[in-house]
DNA sequence: CCCGACGGTGACATTTCGGTAACATCCGCT
DNA sequence: AGCGGATGTTACCGAAATGTCACCGTCGGG
């Protein structure tokens, strides 16, 4: 599992370095934005934590061409009291963020929070009952059965509903991972997705068993087989 | 999950409330020492966050009274800068403390943060008596039964009136909670609400035993099974 | 006794939501 | 350019959720 860290601090770089080293993680750094999209480009890292004060640039602009091309989750730090830095990187797509200064145990369990949700921390292929999905090659197995087929975005919807089988999954969040942020208006989207999702998967897909839809809040694997 | 907050600070108290509510908390106000106090007494929240300035006293003294009677999580509210507040306020008890001016977001983290290591985070279910609602799944459990699904009106004002077993909640109150403020007109929405809500957790809706009127004043919960 | 406030109830209107189909457009590939 | 699959758009259906209305009974105070 790789992350990128942005800071301009070296003090603070090598301190999260060294708490996310410890804790299994690859890490690599940059200090400042042409940099850190160099990196990003040449690393290809599973999750960002980017500083928005940068110089020459800040991490909103990182934050925006990461977003351009992955769906990694990116956690954004930020100086204490600058609300609207906070709402202005949730809205470019960030997933959390953190206050400094925070503790490295605070990080680590919010970067493990993000990777989890995410689905990430699992390396190529996840698995929930009798399912189990290749995100490399889009194949969805179903028992011993032949595999079927996935399109990227099925397989990404498929990817968070794994990552969180059994819970139910809010509408917001499925559209967020699924295509990256934009206006909650497109829960069409959402809607022909899971339909097309549903003939593949379901064994009757007028009568769903296993990707379910919870009325008004949006919707949960079986987790059983 | 009840949740006192004092602020002297309406705008502050509101926007705390907000935020709070939309992630399923009940949240009790109080703008000064004894008002907090009298609160606290009636309502028995499992979390209070509470300003140290205040006019009339301060949150030690909340603090201080809160601590004489239980070991609920307390976190304090400080202006920037004030150093000793801090230390003085760990003295007394209380578990964590926030710098203003802060997000939501972060205080969300840390009140959750704070629930949890105080064993009191429910994971999204609630229980009173032989009634369990999940709160993900709009699903009700009724002793070992079948589950009895509900829309998401009922199970906001289930959700209130299981954080408050045993209480009676004010018309008003429940108004806020579910529909999230309006006109004080709509008595009659909550009449409906309340009657299909009955329809479905009562064994004889027409004589409820669980979810009891009080005339005059608004609805309670038995808390027995 | 009548009146009005209040809560309960049923019927009905309206709105929202999810599922589905059909079609349009995009995109990568040859 | 042309093809075929993937994705986005539009429209419609039907069910469920929610909001409105009208009426009933009770209760307590003039």
Redesign the interface.
Known sequence: MKILVVDDDPDLLSLVGFALTQSGFVVVKAIDVPSALQVFAAESPDLAILDINLPGGSGFDICTAIRRQSRIPVMMLTA??E?ED?VRALDLGADD?L?KPFSPRTLLARARALLRRAGLETGGSMTVGSLRLDLEAHLLHVGAAQPVKLTKLESRLLQILIANAG??VGTERLLTHVWGHRGSGDRQLLKQLVHRLRQKIEEDPAAPQVLQT????GY?LEEKG
């Open positions: 204490r009291g609300e906070l963020y206050t819970h139910v919870v009325a008004g809040a949960r």
